[in-house]
C-alpha cells in the first residue's frame, strides 16, 4: 500500500497567518476570540467571531485575482502557497497531471455573493460581477488553486462542514494510492459578514455569550454553542517514495481515516463518531493504545459534548488519554478546521507537546476526559487521532503518525 506523507503546511488563522506564527501562538494558549470588526453586529445576537487579522490581500494575492475572489478564496490561495512553499514541490517537478487538489469548503465566497446580491437589488442585474458565476460556489478554492500552481492532476471539493476537512484529506490519500504522486489539499472557510452569520444563527448553534474568555466552553457545564470564525490550513501530502525521492521534508503520514454518517445526530444512540474513530485507527493498523493524543471536534453544545466525551471514554477509558480543542483559541473554522486541527496534530507530534483548550479551566466532571488545559502539556507523542462532525451528520476520523525511524526525517525551520 502505498504511503502518504505530509511534506508542507500553509495556515490562516485567527491566531496567526503562517505556520509557525499560528504555532507559537497556539503553543502559548493566544486567543484571537473577539468583537466582530468586519460589520457592524449589533442588530445579530452574536458579536463574536475568530477574524483573522491583518491579512492584506495585495500582499498574498495578485492584483488581477482581486476582482475575482472572495475574502476566504483569498486566504486559501495564502494558505496554499505557503504549505508548496514549504514542501518545496511545484508542478515542475511532477509528472504531468501528477498533482491533484482537493479542498473542502462550507459556504463558498459568501461575502462575495452579499456584495452582489446588493448590487442586484440597488443598482440593477448590469451591475453585477461576472465573477459572481464563480466567485461564490464551494468549489472556487480548489479552482482558483489549480490554476494559481498550474496543479493539472485530480481534482475535488467536499462539502460536509467540519468533516469536510478531514475528508479532503482522505481523498486525497485515496488518489495517492491510486497513482497521483501529490495532492494540494485541506480547507478554508470565510462568511464573516451579515449574509454568512444569519445563515450560521439558522443552526442555533453559535455562542451568544459577550465575553471573549466565556463564550467557546466545549466539555464543560458552560458550553452554550460555538463561535464562529475563519481561516484553515493546506496541506501537501504526497506519495512516501515521491517525496523521498526529491528529498522533501516529512512532518508525518495519514496513517489512518474514515468517515461515517448520522441520519439524526442529535439522537443520543447516535453512534457514528466513535465508528469512524476506531475505523480509522484499525486504518492505521493500530489499536487504541497505540494513539498518544486526541484532536477533539469540541462542538461546545452539552448534548454533543456529551456523545463525544461518551466515545473517547468507550475507546480509551475515563481519562484514558490526554483531548485538546484548540480551536477554542480560534473559534470553530467549519471546514478550515478538520485542515487546521490536523496540522496542529503534526506540530504536536515534531515538538512533543500538546496545545491547550483555551479559556476552559475545568471540565464537567461528568464528562470524564483528560482535557489539556492552561498550558501546553509536553508528552510523548507518535501518533495523533483527529475528529470533526458537520452539521447534518457527517463524521471524520484521521490518525497521523509520526515519521518513523529510517524514514525522511522532518525539519523543523
Known amino acids: 500500500m502505498t504511503g502518504a506523507v505530509v511534506t508542507g503546511i500553509g495556515?490562516?488563522?485567527?491566531?496567526?497567518?503562517?505556520?509557525?506564527?499560528?504555532?507559537?501562538?497556539?503553543?502559548?494558549?493566544?486567543?484571537?476570540?473577539?468583537?466582530?470588526?468586519?460589520?457592524?453586529?449589533?442588530?445579530?445576537?452574536?458579536?463574536?467571531?475568530?477574524?483573522?487579522?491583518?491579512?492584506v490581500p495585495e500582499e498574498h494575492v495578485p492584483s488581477r485575482l482581486l476582482p475575482q475572489t472572495d475574502h476566504g478564496t483569498r486566504l486559501s490561495l495564502a494558505a496554499a502557497a505557503e504549505a508548496l512553499s514549504r514542501s518545496g514541490l511545484t508542478a515542475a517537478e511532477a509528472p504531468d497531471f501528477g498533482i491533484g487538489i482537493a479542498t473542502a469548503s462550507t459556504m463558498g465566497g459568501f461575502e462575495f455573493g452579499q456584495r452582489e446580491l446588493e448590487h442586484l437589488w440597488q443598482l440593477g442585474g448590469q451591475h453585477v460581477s461576472a465573477y459572481q458565476s464563480f466567485a461564490w460556489f464551494y468549489a472556487v478554492n480548489t479552482g482558483q488553486i489549480s490554476i494559481r500552481h498550474g496543479l493539472r492532476g485530480p481534482g475535488a471539493t467536499v462539502v460536509a462542514d467540519q468533516a469536510g476537512g478531514l475528508d479532503a484529506l482522505g481523498v486525497a490519500r485515496r488518489q495517492i494510492r491510486k497513482g497521483t504522486p501529490a495532492v494540494v489539499t485541506g480547507g478554508v472557510d470565510s462568511a464573516l459578514c451579515p449574509l454568512g452569520l444569519a445563515g450560521q444563527l439558522s443552526t442555533g448553534d453559535l455562542s451568544g455569550a459577550h465575553d471573549p474568555e466565556r463564550a467557546y466552553l466545549p466539555f464543560t457545564r458552560e458550553a452554550r454553542g460555538h463561535v464562529p470564525a475563519e481561516g484553515g490550513a493546506i496541506l501537501v501530502v504526497e506519495d512516501a517514495e515521491f517525496a523521498r525521492d526529491r528529498g522533501a521534508p516529512v512532518l508525518g503520514e495519514i496513517a489512518g481515516y474514515a468517515a461515517t454518517f448520522d441520519p439524526d445526530p442529535r439522537d443520543p444512540a447516535a453512534d457514528g463518531l466513535p465508528r469512524a474513530a476506531r475505523q480509522a485507527i484499525a486504518d492505521a493498523g493500530l489499536e487504541p493504545g497505540d494513539v498518544d493524543v486526541v484532536f477533539a471536534d469540541a462542538a461546545g453544545r452539552a448534548g454533543a459534548d456529551r456523545r463525544e466525551a461518551a466515545a473517547i471514554t468507550a475507546l480509551f477509558g475515563a481519562g484514558g488519554i490526554p483531548v485538546t480543542a484548540p480551536k477554542t483559541g480560534t473559534g470553530r473554522l467549519y471546514a478550515g478546521a478538520g485542515g487546521l486541527d490536523t496540522a496542529a496534530a503534526l506540530l504536536s507530534l515534531r515538538d512533543q507537546s500538546i496545545p491547550p483548550t483555551v479559556h476552559v479551566d475545568a471540565t464537567d466532571p461528568a464528562q470524564e476526559i483528560d482535557l489539556v488545559v492552561g498550558r501546553a502539556r509536553p508528552a510523548a507523542l507518535s501518533t495523533a487521532l483527529v475528529l470533526a462532525r458537520g452539521r447534518g451528520g457527517f463524521n471524520a476520523a484521521l490518525v497521523v503518525r509520526a515519521p518513523l525511524p529510517g524514514k525522511p526525517v522532518h525539519t523543523k525551520e
Do not use: K, M, N, Q
Open 11 to 55: 495556515v490562516v488563522a485567527p491566531t496567526g497567518i503562517g505556520t509557525e506564527e499560528y504555532w507559537r501562538a497556539t503553543t502559548a494558549g493566544a486567543s484571537a476570540i473577539g468583537p466582530i470588526t468586519r460589520f457592524d453586529p449589533a442588530p445579530y445576537p452574536v458579536r463574536l467571531a475568530g477574524e483573522v487579522p491583518g491579512f
